[in-house]
């Protein structure tokens, strides 16, 4: 009997490791929608300009079209991500996606600045809407283990996909057709999501729905959006301004003020023992820092493709398809790599990798020939940043009840949104130091790699010890 029970063991664990039809189709509808949102993050990095002329934004404004989108995606992402906790991440995901593409489509058609800044705010704040909750409607449909690991790889991988998708489509559609179109191409997928989910999204709704704390969500919301806005000012006007001082300041007050208010309420927002547990904020280190520098990368390496090799717009998100299909293989690895070599030595192994493909950077010169190098390294660097992402979002998630995810997966999406932002000012202002484009270029990317080598062997020491 003990034989019969050992041999059909492993049969067992391999049917556990298994997905079902049904997890199959749930996440094929997840990942579409988070490589609709993933999309919609670059779309328009190359329209801006036919955007401006098209609607009469002055130059100085044309930022806000990009701001706009930053800071309520950013800054509402924790909230709306415990929301989903109270009130039902399916409902909030739905939501989510309907005004996703209602706001796609008001973009599309917009006649005015105005109309089409609305546009960009509700666009971001349906991104914090439905980011966390399609995430933690991921996590809490697969057990910590291989499934979800591997679900989250996929995840990863089809965000950065994403990411180099929505660079090549804005630049193919301003070109063939209009920038308008880089809106409206997204009505039918949200369209289709919100028609598929209500059947297909399996209906978790709290047990005991507690109150919602107003003061901290008030708190830690007003504080992202200053530290955001702050952020993207420096970014336009260097670190020393006083909009960028001041907005910096008043963001990192408010965040105290979060974390003090969360201390004494009831119900607080996040309760303070997630946030001192090692895997949530080490996690969300990691996850920080790997969207910083990558982020940032493609930020410096677009003003090398464009101001020293004189490539056109769609030219330049063309070459960073390579870059794609890199982090496309680092999201389908990274699943199989966690479950092999635990997450701490995951970011290890892609933290090193990315660090060194990032370095060779360095030697990037005028020749047309070091578009070569810049295939290679940011092939292999997508590789290993992806592999960082996906033990990242492994780590901030595991270890907490199901009640919690979208509490965690609204922690990891503020980590990746901020991220995002910090990137580009804080490599801005290291190329303004420098004497010309190139030298600037090859200064911050040192300075690129050199931050990704730190914030490895930080995290992984910090992690140290624990059980993957």
Same mark, same amino acid.
Not at 58 to 81: C, D, K, M, R, V
């Given at each position: 009997m003990s034989t019969l029970a050992a041999a059909a063991a492993p049969v067992a664990a391999s049917a556990a490791e298994r997905m079902s039809p049904r997890q199959k189709v749930l996440l094929t509808l997840l990942l579409g929608a988070q490589f609709m949102i993933a999309v919609d993050f670059s779309i328009l990095?190359? %329209? =801006?300009?036919?955007?401006?002329?098209?609607?009469?934004?002055? #130059?100085? +404004?044309?930022?806000?079209? $990009?701001?706009?989108? /930053?800071?309520?995606?950013?800054?509402?992402?924790?909230?709306?991500?415990?929301?989903?906790?109270?009130?039902?991440?399916?409902?909030?995901?739905i939501a989510g996606m309907a005004v996703l593409g209602g706001a796609s489509l008001l973009g599309g058609l917009s006649v005015s600045p105005g109309m089409l800044l609305t546009a960009r705010v509700l666009q971001g704040l349906a991104t914090a809407a439905v980011t966390p909750a399609g995430l933690a409607l991921l996590t809490s449909s697969f057990a910590e283990g291989r499934l979800r690991e591997k679900a989250l790889g996929l995840n990863g991988a089809l965000m950065s996909a994403g990411f180099t998708t929505g660079a090549i489509l804005g630049g %193919? =559609?301003?070109?063939?057709?209009?920038?308008?179109?880089?809106? #409206?191409? +997204?009505?039918?997928?949200? $369209?289709?999501?919100? /028609?598929?989910?209500?059947?297909?999204?399996?209906?978790?709704?709290?047990?005991?729905?507690?109150?919602l704390d107003v003061p901290g969500a008030a708190a830690v919301t007003l504080g992202l959006l200053a530290l955001v806005f702050g952020l993207t000012q420096a970014g336009e006007h260097g670190w020393t301004g006083p909009v960028a001082l001041g907005s910096l300041l008043v963001g990192a007050v408010l965040l105290v003020v979060f974390w003090f208010a969360e201390k004494r309420a009831a119900s607080p927002l996040v309760p303070p023992a997630v946030l001192t547990r090692r895997t949530v904020v080490w996690g969300n280190v990691t996850g920080l820092l790997a969207f910083v520098t990558e982020t940032s990368l493609v930020f410096l390496l677009t003003l090398y493709l464009q101001k020293v090799l004189g490539y056109s717009a769609l030219s330049t998100g063309l070459a960073f398809g390579v870059l794609g299909l890199g982090t496309v293989l680092g999201g389908t690895l990274g699943g199989r790599a966690v479950s092999r070599l635990g997450a701490r030595r995951t970011i290890a192994v892609g933290g090193v990798t990315q660090a060194i493909a990032t370095l060779a950077l360095v030697a990037l010169g005028t020749s047309s020939a070091g578009i070569w190098l810049l295939l290679a390294a940011t092939f292999v660097g997508g590789v290993g940043n992806m592999l960082v992402i996906v033990a990242f979002m492994v780590t901030a998630t595991s270890g907490l009840p199901a009640g919690e995810q979208g509490l965690a997966t609204g922690i990891a999406t503020m980590s990746q949104q901020v991220g995002i932002t910090m990137g580009t000012p804080i490599m801005s202002a290291v190329v303004a130091g420098a004497s010309s484009v190139l030298p600037g270029v090859r200064l911050a990317i040192g300075v690129n790699a050199a931050l990704v080598l730190v914030a490895t062997t930080l995290v992984v020491g910090a992690l140290r010890g624990r059980r993957d």
């Open positions: 990095n190359v %329209a =801006l300009p036919e955007v401006g002329a098209g609607l009469g934004f002055s #130059l100085a +404004n044309l930022q806000w079209i $990009a701001t706009a989108f /930053a800071l309520a995606a950013a800054g509402f992402t924790l909230l709306f991500g415990r929301v989903g906790d109270l009130v039902g991440r399916k409902r909030l995901f %193919a =559609l301003t070109s063939l057709l209009s920038w308008r179109w880089a809106f #409206l191409i +997204n009505v039918p997928v949200a $369209a289709a999501v919100v /028609a598929l989910a209500p059947r297909i999204v399996p209906d978790a709704r709290p047990a005991e729905r507690s109150r």
